[in-house]
């Protein structure tokens, strides 16, 4: 069964430092977000993206964020300038349409130091 | 803003008990997603719920949805350990795209 697949699947960075989070969609999906969950916490919402724009973010993605799909299967995410509170789980999802369900990728641990 | 609360947000259970999730939301949505996530993995998706009055069944498992109560309730049926994971539920704000807010999630334990 196809899959979301993200890279690293942990990565490690000291405050300040920009990062940058790999994930490959399922191919035939248009729809694709990312997600984050801090330790033992609920997974919040990040930011949409349909048609190589971004359709909706949310208050967490502020102006240190980015998303981008620089060709036809990448979507990255980039923290500019990463926090301690930055530390968490980023998830990438992908869903083919506008009601199925998202799949999510196994995540990237990120650990600011 | 939207809320999704679930309870309880522990459950332990001996196998072959029936018990059930409750998820309870603040907004009007008929768009509502069960999620299972086993310790330090991705979240599978359970079901998907799109109209009021919605069921449905996978195994052990049951959801529905009332849109009209805003409640979705998610039934174990005679629990095995292989269910032990924690059960998160998602409400579709219907704006752009698929904007889920998920609740606390309930962490199910299953004690043979």
């Known amino acids: 069964e196809p899959e979301v697949t993200q890279t690293p699947s942990h990565q490690v960075t000291q405050m300040g430092q920009e990062v940058i989070l790999r994930c490959v969609p399922i191919?035939?999906?248009?729809?694709f977000y990312w997600y984050r969950q801090i330790l033992g916490q609920k997974v919040e919402f990040l930011v949409s993206?349909?048609?190589?724009?971004?359709?909706?973010k949310s208050e967490i993605f502020d102006d240190q964020f980015s998303v981008e799909r620089p060709d036809g299967s990448n979507f990255t995410l980039k923290i500019r300038s990463t926090k301690l509170e930055d530390s968490a789980m980023y998830f990438c999802?992908?869903?083919?349409?506008?009601?199925?369900?998202?799949?999510f990728g196994n995540g990237t641990r990120l650990t600011v130091t | 803003e939207l809320k999704v609360e679930q309870n309880p947000l522990f459950l332990s259970m001996q196998e072959g008990k029936n018990y059930t999730i409750y998820c309870n939301y603040s907004t009007t949505s008929d768009r509502l997603y069960w999620y299972r996530q086993d310790p330090g993995k991705s979240l599978e998706s359970l079901f998907v719920l799109l109209s009021n009055g919605a069921v449905k069944q996978e195994g052990r498992l049951m959801a529905s949805l009332d849109t009209k109560a805003r409640l979705s309730t998610l039934h174990i049926t005679a629990a095995v350990h292989d269910l032990s994971a924690t059960y998160f539920c998602?409400?579709?704000?219907?704006?752009?795209?698929?904007?889920?807010?998920f609740g606390e999630g309930t962490q199910l334990t299953v004690n043979p």
């Open positions: 999802a992908s869903s083919g349409s506008y009601n199925s369900p998202l799949h």
């Open positions: 191919s035939n999906h248009l729809y």
């Open positions: 993206f349909y048609n190589n724009e971004i359709s909706e």
């Open positions: 998602a409400v579709d704000e219907e704006t752009s795209g698929s904007r889920l807010t």
